[in-house]
């Protein structure tokens, strides 16, 4: 499950930062603080963006279960649920 909460929460994360740098009309900005202080983020991204295409409808379900061992161990759960709801907000596959 930390694995899982490793990659789906790092997923959610860029994705939705870049949209919402994109909603508010200042993603020119963090696109060339992406070059310019970590150059990889722009392919992880486009990484990120697929992989929510593929799958990301289906990991707001498992975002309870992620958040298990993080309550177990005393840590706060609120990425995991943060997260869920953000997944809650993408697209689902149509039918067919």
Sequence with gaps: MTYAAWTEIATVLLVGVH???RDLHVDDALLAEWARSQPDLAGRHAAAV?????KGWRWEEEM?????PFTAAGK???????????????PRPTDG
């Design 64 to 68: 309870p279960q992620i958040a298990q």
């Design 76 to 90: 706060p759960a609120g990425f995991a649920d943060a997260a869920a709801e953000q997944f809650g907000r993408w």
């Design 19 to 21: 949209r919402t740098v």
């Design 50 to 54: 697929e992989a929510a295409r593929n």
